[in-house]
């Protein structure tokens, strides 16, 4: 027969009146559809010839290769402790995720401060403290988390014991997390660490890389809404302080608002003074009087000046702390601001954010250098002045100047003090150190 006599076949619409010409077209569709359908039936049913198997290999290794790009996690223990050793232990969960190539599992902080009774820690969960969403836009490409909904198989888990002890070094337990990299420990979709604390996991990461995880923690705006309420309280009382010397409005405006960590409650007093003792140490440890006196001889601090006193009121056992203070020194603590009922009705970790954003947002912060409080907001305020491309970090020609009160200064006046950002771990914020950045004018 001959083809070309088929006219009318429209791209096989079989317009044609010609049986033959029909049954052309219908073989022509029938070598078309065993073209295209044909292998991939030979190679999902596992039949075929060489060719063939060219096509399942093909399709072997596609699937090898999302099973390596498919999500996988990092689970860790609820963290404990104060805040700040809460956001170290956050900070260093996701530093061991981001090393195993894992997405860390939300994980649960603890609203109650409980060092010992473990059982009686009240957990509070990550997002009713810090923004998830935000957390994960600000960190994307760096570290990542996730919500448990997230997981496709909840049971496919390996649990990983965590070393300790003088035995478990630095090396042993970066060796154990090189492996954990790799098969067959990769193959699950979940690594679950049990048995410690993340605050007391060895540190394997320079200062840089935990001050990257800290920028992506924003507030909920709760926490930040109490925070507005409590530093409008300072200004306002603080004017009305200032009006009474007869100044102007001016001047007033141009007071800086100085925040103050003052750590003399019963629970810091017993730790600085058995590590004095451990690190045979005598610039720990300072007494209301010392902090009063050093604030008071800050030097270029203009007077009078606004001073907020950031203690725990709960272990607080001196009730003296707003007398006593050199004159042109005007302090404030919770109650005479008024605002201690702000306080009161949320949990410790609450009450402690509220504080540190306070005192974050303040023109001058003195604390102690062996706090954890205090030696984040140095590394929280050292990286906004780095950010602005500030100059001047250290005394009262940096934007955002922060001291020691614990180790001398100029003038009998409190340290300079910024955050070293090339240290290779972060030892001295986890632990406190009397060697911080800044030196002593000449």
């Not at 020609?397 to 950002?421: C, D, F, I, Q």
Request: proline share 3%.
């Amino acid at each position: 027969m001959d083809i070309s006599n088929c006219k009318h076949l429209r791209f096989f619409g079989l317009h044609s009146k010609s049986l033959a010409c029909k049954c052309v077209a219908l073989v022509i569709i029938a070598l078309v559809l065993r073209a295209v359908f044909l292998p991939t039936f030979y190679t999902l049913g596992g039949i075929g010839n060489k060719n063939l198997f060219a096509f399942d290999n093909g399709l072997s290794m596609l699937n090898r290769e999302f099973s390596i790009e498919k999500t996988k996690f990092l689970e860790v223990p609820q963290i404990i402790w104060g805040l700040n050793n809460q956001k170290i232990a956050f900070a260093r969960a996701c530093l061991t995720a981001r090393m195993l190539n894992r997405t860390l599992l939300m994980p649960s902080l603890s609203a109650s401060l409980f060092y010992k009774e473990v059982d009686l820690l009240q957990p509070i969960s990550f997002n009713k403290v810090f923004q998830f969403e935000k957390f994960n836009s600000l960190c994307k490409g760096f570290v990542q988390l996730a919500r448990y909904s997230e997981v496709s198989n909840g049971s496919d888990v390996f649990k990983l014991q965590k070393g300790s002890g003088r035995r478990w070094t630095v090396e042993r337990d970066l060796d154990q997390l090189r492996q954990f990299r790799n098969n067959p420990y990769d193959e699950y979709e979940i690594v679950q660490i049990v048995g410690k604390n993340p605050f007391l996991w060895h540190d394997h990461w320079p200062v840089k890389d935990y001050a990257r995880v800290f920028e992506c923690l924003v507030w909920v705006q709760e926490i930040s809404r109490e925070a507005d309420k409590i530093v409008s309280k300072i200004r306002e009382f603080g004017s009305k302080e200032i009006l009474k010397v007869g100044l102007s409005q001016n001047v007033i405006d141009s007071v800086p608002y100085v925040s103050v960590h003052m750590r003399i409650e019963k629970d810091w007093t017993i730790h600085c003074k058995k590590l004095e003792q451990r690190l045979n140490i005598s610039e720990i440890c300072s007494s209301k009087e010392e902090i009063m006196e050093r604030v008071g001889n800050i030097v270029g601090l203009k007077t009078p000046a606004v001073i907020y006193l950031a203690v725990a009121d709960t272990l607080l056992e001196d009730n003296s702390i707003l007398t006593g203070w050199d004159e042109g020194l005007l302090p404030f603590e919770k109650k005479k601001l008024g605002v201690i009922e702000i306080y009161k009705k949320q949990p410790y970790l609450i009450q402690s954010a509220i504080d540190y954003e306070v005192c974050l947002r303040s023109d001058v912060f003195v604390g102690n250098s062996f706090s954890t409080f205090s030696s984040l907001l140095v590394l929280d305020r050292t990286q906004k002045m780095i950010k602005i491309g500030a100059r001047n970090l250290c005394g009262m020609e940096a934007k955002w100047p922060s001291y020691s009160y614990n180790l001398r200064g100029e003038s009998k006046g409190p340290h300079p003090w910024v955050t070293n950002m090339s240290d290779l771990n972060l030892q001295a914020i986890s632990y406190g150190s009397n060697h911080i950045s800044c030196e002593l004018s000449s």
